[in-house]
């Protein structure tokens, strides 16, 4: 049997015996990583690893984070290459679900190819699943309805609501430290306060406070901290949903970083100039240095191609056929090529606009829209990829921290905690790769800029239906340019 390991929800007491009366024999942290060894009762038996020695003791149960499978709500799609997305948008208002729900039509959000295949009989109806899924908990399903629409929520009440709920609640972190209050507003009690260490207990419960200028609303945690159970209101516009390690994706362990993902299957057809060749035989420190020879008309090595090399990934195309198309599109691609110029996001999007592809500039802003995991997975699961700006060292690994300016395309994401594992394009090695969410984004900031794409895919393999659930959910960001290498 795999040993379990888990996390503490805030600071705790570790106890001598399974008794909140025992002996404190040590102080966990906020997310510190335990040993579950076995249970008694309402108490834990655990080992903190962070020393060595170990140190034993007991915990209370509702302080440690578990990573428990959660029952399947409604079933997902599988498109191709392992890419699934909800049949159900957990961001879509009960209301147009109730509509549709009343209707005998098909599943209205269904990508293209895939609602082909359902009407062509080659693959099963997925609006008779999804019926079939609330059909099978019906009675809950009544309740929660009446209750939303008695608080006159059914036009803002989104599906993540009832899923949160059919999984008995969900793990969530803040994104900035903040009271929790007695009651679903800022004038009532405060019970404590919550840091964005620390992990809470939506319960599932949500309110609504018109009365509040700002925060209206509201999500029911509980949060044990210090050996006190709290249980209180908390506004729900600074939490993001906090996913528990498993032994297959924890970040503590370091060869997860090649497991998470299957690299052998590409998500996009990468460039495939000659040139890229050339440079891997001339052995240049980075693949992207290339000779833009056919595209200038003269002898040019290019050190800045990140950007170039994004927008060819994401096209299915070459990177000089893309130049050669930007050129005369855009006034300053001649001189970005002729004197080795990083690009902007305007020139990105120039490059986008050539390939007819379809884009949004973002701009995640740390203290008002950060960048956190599950807005990656809502835009990964709207069917769009990333040019993110990040930084790379001199020997082309992608980092955060680097002063030396690069783009890369993020193509997925596996959320573990607050962060997760990136897989992503990185044009210097021109290879698909798997990064830590913390070394493409900027932490603790969580401030980030770039552009989301509707890829070109050149094939799409067969879709199936897989049941499975998901919850991605976050607010919209602010733009701004910025200029990158």
Not at 291 to 297: E, M, Y
Not at 384 to 413: N, Q
């Amino acid at each position: 049997m795999d040993a379990e390991y888990g996390l503490s929800r805030s600071s705790i007491n570790m106890r001598l015996e399974p008794s909140l009366k025992s002996s404190v024999v040590h102080a966990l942290k906020a997310q510190e990583r335990v040993l579950i060894l076995g249970e008694d009762g309402d108490m834990l038996e655990v080992e903190s690893t962070r020393w060595c020695p170990s140190i034993r003791g007991f915990a209370p149960r509702a302080a440690i984070v578990r990573s428990l499978a959660k029952p399947t709500v409604f079933p997902q799609l599988d498109l191709s290459a392992g890419i699934t997305i909800p049949s159900v948008p957990i961001s879509l208002p009960l209301a147009s679900f109730l509509r549709w729900l009343e209707s005998v039509d098909e599943s209205p959000w269904l990508p293209a190819g895939y609602a082909e295949s359902v009407r062509s009989g080659r693959l099963p109806s997925v609006g008779k699943l999804i019926r079939d899924a609330v059909a099978r908990s019906r009675p809950a399903w009544d309740a929660w309805v009446t209750e939303v629409q008695a608080d006159g929520r059914e036009d803002t009440c989104t599906m993540d609501e009832w899923v949160a709920l059919m999984q008995g609640g969900r793990d969530m972190w803040s994104i900035r430290a903040e009271r929790l209050f007695t009651d679903p507003s800022q004038h009532s009690a405060t019970l404590g306060w919550v840091v964005p260490d620390d992990v809470v207990h939506w319960t599932g419960r949500v309110r609504v406070n018109h009365k509040e200028p700002k925060y209206r609303t509201w999500y029911e945690v509980e949060l044990m901290k210090a050996e006190k159970q709290l249980r209180g209101w908390y506004k729900a516009s600074l939490l993001d949903e906090f996913f528990a390690p498993t032994a297959q994706t924890d970040l503590a362990v370091p060869d997860n970083r090649g497991r998470v993902f299957d690299l052998s299957r590409p998500r996009l057809r990468l460039p495939a100039d000659p040139e890229i060749d050339d440079s891997r035989k001339a052995r240049r420190a980075g693949v992207q240095f290339i000779d833009v020879r056919r595209a200038l008309g003269w002898g040019q090595l290019h050190y800045n191609l990140c950007g170039q090399f994004c927008v060819a990934a994401l096209a299915s195309s070459d990177v000089i056929p893309l130049l050669l198309k930007w050129l005369p599109a855009h006034a300053r691609a001649r001189e970005i090529l002729a004197k080795d110029l990083g690009t902007s996001i305007p020139d990105l999007q120039a490059m986008l606009d050539t390939c007819g592809l379809k884009y949004e500039f973002y701009r995640s802003v740390g203290s008002t829209s950060p960048v956190t995991p599950t807005y990656v997975r809502r835009k990964l699961d709207a069917g769009m990829l990333a040019i993110v700006f990040t930084g790379v060292t001199p020997y082309g690994a992608v980092s955060s921290r680097s002063p030396i300016r690069h783009w890369v395309v993020v193509e997925d994401i596996v959320r573990v905690g607050s962060s997760g594992w990136l897989r992503i394009y990185n044009p210097f090695t021109n290879l698909e790769e798997v990064r830590r969410f913390d070394e493409v984004y900027d932490l603790p900031s969580r401030d980030s800029i770039g552009l989301w794409v509707e890829p070109r895919r050149t094939s799409t393999a067969e879709a199936r239906v897989v049941e499975h659930a998901s919850a991605p959910r976050h607010a919209a960001a602010e733009l701004q340019p910025a200029t990158v290498g």
